[in-house]
């Protein structure tokens, strides 16, 4: 079983739709969640961090939870833009620093 | 713009070449990454330098060799590569310091092995 797992995608959505990105880790003692945004041929770059409490940042709402190792990322309102491929990201401390990317879930928004 | 810079940002090499990627950052953090992503995959974990030690090699071949001459710097050198070598070389930089680490990646350098 991969340590992240992600919904294998592709999403292809109309502009103003709300879609949502679901992903699982398998490691209990990974302490810290992240979903990250690439667009095509580009670094990943953080989109935002997932607290035990949830936490939105404008259209975006993420949520963790720790008891089924399920974290998930909400998009309302969704704009062209926002094409791009959603990476879940869980740092497993333990030795060093040891971030375990999913394989990341593609989001086509069409016109 | 990331504050996370790589050198070269394209690089075609032969399977006889030395090449060398660069990569800086002035954030003051004290881990270093380097990561592989080929097309439509996630990326791969390959180094990390932690407080300017190799703290994780994720059993890469010797052909890729890491280097971190001080805390603002990571290289990777490149020596007999091979074709399936080709692929999205990231550098990432974290504090190193607390619970919530975040990574922060330079743009890449897109290599190709001929």
């Known amino acids: 079983r991969k340590e992240v797992e992600q919904d294998p995608g592709p999403f292809n959505v109309p502009e103003g739709a709300t879609v949502a990105f679901n992903c699982t880790y398998s490691?209990?003692?990974?302490?810290?969640f992240f979903w990250y945004r690439q667009d095509c041929r580009k670094e990943p770059k953080l989109l935002m961090s997932v607290y035990s409490s949830g936490n939105e940042d404008g259209r975006f709402t993420a949520q963790l939870n720790r008891a089924s190792q399920y974290i998930s990322l909400l998009i309302r309102d969704s704009k062209l833009s926002d094409s791009a491929t959603y990476l879940c990201v869980v740092n497993i401390l333990g030795y060093g620093q040891n971030f375990v990317f999913g394989p990341g879930t593609r989001l086509s928004v069409l016109p | 713009d990331t504050e996370v810079t790589q050198t070269p940002k394209h690089l075609v090499m032969g399977m006889t070449n030395k090449k060398s990627l660069k990569c800086e950052q002035h954030?003051?953090?004290?881990?270093m990454y380097w990561y592989k992503q080929k097309a439509k995959k996630p990326p791969e974990l390959m180094f990390v330098y932690s407080y300017e030690k190799l703290s994780i090699n994720e059993s890469v071949p010797s052909r890729f060799s890491p280097e971190c001459p001080n805390s603002s710097l990571l290289n990777l050198h490149l020596h007999a590569l091979q074709p399936e070598d080709s692929a999205l070389y990231l550098c990432?930089?974290?504090?190193?310091?607390?619970?919530?680490?975040?990574?922060?990646f330079g743009s890449g350098t897109q290599l190709s092995v001929l």
């Open positions: 490691n209990s003692a990974s302490q810290s």
């Open positions: 990432a930089s974290s504090p190193a310091g607390g619970e919530w680490e975040k990574l922060f």
């Open positions: 954030m003051g953090h004290r881990a």
